[in-house]
Structure formats: structure tokens, C-alpha cells
């Protein structure tokens, strides 16, 4: 089906979109799944006390989050690449979903913002405390994410003695080399701090959804042009 200036733009943007929300799919899955199967963590899932916890609960997201995300990219792709209506359609529902949730995440998150750092707060002590038991090299991999991105040290905040020093952070000065904020402490002030700009960067990811929803809606008006025009084509011919 041939499309216009503006078609083919929206044909490569959603291209490219789908192609960014595929690697962050993955990414979301795969840390998601190595998180719920690993060796270390495993046992967690077993015991029926610990179903409700902040961890379980943030890795089974992960992993529904990554699943969701994936089938989006797959109609979205199919769709856009071969101009199929049905699978536009369904990408186009599956991104209002999409949008409406993440701005509603966004809203609810800054109106709760004490408790939701908290609960980060106790999802860091959780990845803490299973890699200072099991010494999985992953969770120690995303330990040294936290620690520089957040710049802090542990749960002590004290490079000398705590456990996990090696994952922190270089002391920019002298008085870090004995004390750090610890990541507790940072990541609930952090956030409580930066919730705006938290919420903003929901209301950004609903408003790139949205682009491509009208990036979407584009080629589906331009694909039932094309197939009204074939109909009558057709029609006249026979």
C-alpha cells in the first residue's frame, strides 16, 4: 500500500519506537525472571509469608510489565511494517492502556510519595540482605548501579566497615573515605525531594505513548484509504 510523506514518517518513528520499547521489554524481563529463578532468590517465592513483600512484588511487575511490553512491540511492529489495520488496532488499545497507566502511576506515586519511598527504600534493604547471603554476582551488578547513581554506600554508609564496599561508589573527598550517606536514607529523601521530577518523567513516557498512538492512528486512515480504493478499484473492474 503506498503512503504519503506524512505515513512513511509515522511508519519509521513507530519503527524506531517499537525498537526502544523492545530493549526495555527485555530488559525488564530478563532481570525480572533471573531475579524470580535465580539460585539466591528462588526460595523467596516458596514461602507463603514473604508473597506480599515489596521484592516479590516488584519482580513479579517486572516481569508482567517486560511480558506486556513485548506483545505491544509485536503488534506494533507487524502492524507498522506490513500496514496490517487489525494489528494497528490492537497496538493502538494496547498504547491507550499503556498511556492511561503510566500517567496514573505517575500521579498516584507523587500524591503517596513518603510511603512510595519507603517502600523502595525496603526494596533496596531486600537486594541488600540476599546479596550479602548469597553473593549473587547480579544482584551485586545492580547493587553498584544504586550505589553510583544514588552515590551512596550500603545500608551503613560507612566504606570501612560495610559489607558491600566494593560496590560503592569512589570518595570524592576525604571525609567520604570514612562517611557516605547510606541508601536508605538517600533513596527515601531522594524521592521525596524529586517526586515532581518523577512524576514528570511518567507524564513524559505517557506523552511519547500517546505520540505514537497518533502515529498510529496516521497510518491506520491511511491504510483504509488504500483499501477503499482498491474496493472500488475492483468493483468497477468486475
Known amino acids: 500500500m503506498a503512503l504519503d510523506a506524512c505515513g512513511l514518517v509515522c511508519k519509521y518513528t513507530l519503527f524506531i519506537f517499537n525498537l526502544i520499547f523492545a530493549l526495555v521489554g527485555f530488559a525488564f524481563l530478563g532481570i525480572g525472571l533471573w531475579l524470580r529463578f535465580s539460585e539466591s532468590t528462588r526460595g523467596i517465592f516458596q514461602i507463603e509469608a514473604l508473597n506480599s513483600s515489596v521484592f516479590v512484588i516488584a519482580v513479579t511487575v517486572l516481569i508482567a510489565l517486560g511480558s506486556v511490553m513485548l506483545i505491544v512491540v509485536a503488534f506494533g511492529d507487524y502492524g507498522a511494517c506490513n500496514e496490517k489495520r487489525c494489528a494497528l488496532q490492537v497496538f493502538s488499545v494496547l498504547l491507550t492502556i499503556l498511556a492511561v497507566a503510566v500517567v496514573a502511576v505517575g500521579v498516584v506515586g507523587y500524591s503517596n510519595k513518603t510511603e512510595v519511598g519507603l517502600k523502595i527504600a525496603?526494596?533496596?534493604?531486600?537486594?541488600?540482605?540476599?546479596?550479602?547471603?548469597?553473593?549473587?554476582?547480579?544482584?551485586?551488578?545492580?547493587?553498584?548501579?544504586?550505589?553510583?547513581?544514588?552515590?551512596?554506600?550500603?545500608?551503613?554508609?560507612?566504606?570501612?566497615?560495610?559489607?558491600?564496599?566494593?560496590?560503592?561508589?569512589?570518595?570524592?573527598?576525604?571525609?567520604?573515605?570514612?562517611?557516605?550517606?547510606?541508601?536508605?536514607?538517600?533513596?527515601?529523601?531522594?524521592?521525596?525531594?524529586?517526586?515532581?521530577?518523577?512524576?514528570?518523567?511518567?507524564?513524559?513516557?505517557?506523552?511519547?505513548?500517546?505520540?505514537?498512538?497518533?502515529?498510529?492512528?496516521?497510518?491506520?486512515?491511511?491504510?483504509?484509504?488504500?483499501?477503499q480504493g482498491v474496493t472500488a478499484y475492483y468493483s468497477t473492474v468486475y
Open 122 to 227: 525496603e526494596f533496596y534493604t531486600s537486594m541488600y540482605t540476599l546479596y550479602v547471603t548469597s553473593g549473587d554476582p547480579v544482584i551485586g551488578a545492580t547493587l553498584t548501579f544504586i550505589h553510583k547513581i544514588l552515590h551512596c554506600c550500603g545500608v551503613t554508609g560507612i566504606p570501612l566497615v560495610e559489607v558491600v564496599q566494593h560496590t560503592c561508589p569512589a570518595a570524592k573527598g576525604l571525609l567520604e573515605r570514612f562517611k557516605m550517606d547510606s541508601c536508605p536514607g538517600t533513596i527515601i529523601s531522594v524521592f521525596d525531594s524529586r517526586a515532581t521530577l518523577v512524576m514528570g518523567i511518567f507524564v513524559g513516557t505517557g506523552a511519547l505513548l500517546i505520540t505514537a498512538l497518533v502515529c498510529t492512528a496516521i497510518l491506520l486512515k491511511q491504510t483504509k484509504k488504500d483499501q
